[in-house]
């Protein structure tokens, strides 16, 4: 019901910034909390930030925290993930997810759909 279409990555240096966007369809957007996740090559998923479906709660994982900032626009379909001071580290599939939850969840379980993932790479 839910299709979820990721854009902006790339390849960038470090300390460079890179804005993601995640594109839904349909008209009931803000029924869902949002989950960025990213899997590095050779590791397992792992959490990056949710949102709520208002997006009143943010939640980053400690490996971002400070750097990474997720927000969405309802109006627009639209959520993304902002990151700052990126690090080699960083690099990796990012996922745009979607939840029938009312706050965001940091466990892939509690999401119901994803995007194909966006490409970002940070090296120099």
């Known amino acids: 019901q839910v299709q979820l279409v990721e854009s902006g990555g790339g390849l960038v240096q470090p300390g460079d910034s890179l804005r993601l966007s995640c594109a839904a369809s349909?008209?009931?957007?803000?029924?869902?909390?949002m989950g960025w996740f990213r899997q590095p090559p050779g590791k397992e998923r792992e959490f990056v930030s949710g949102?709520?479906?208002?997006?009143?709660?943010?939640v980053h994982a400690n490996s971002v925290k400070g750097r990474f900032t997720i927000s969405r626009d309802n109006a627009k379909n639209t959520v993304y993930l902002q990151m700052n001071s990126l690090k080699p580290e960083d690099t990796a599939v990012y996922y745009c997810?979607?939840?029938?939850?009312?706050?965001?969840?940091?466990?892939?379980?509690?999401?119901?759909?994803w995007g194909q993932g966006t490409q970002v790479t940070v090296s120099s």
């Open positions: 949102i709520s479906r208002s997006g009143g709660i943010k």
């Open positions: 349909g008209r009931t957007f803000s029924n869902y909390a």
């Open positions: 997810a979607a939840g029938s939850v009312a706050t965001p969840k940091s466990v892939e379980e509690e999401y119901n759909y």
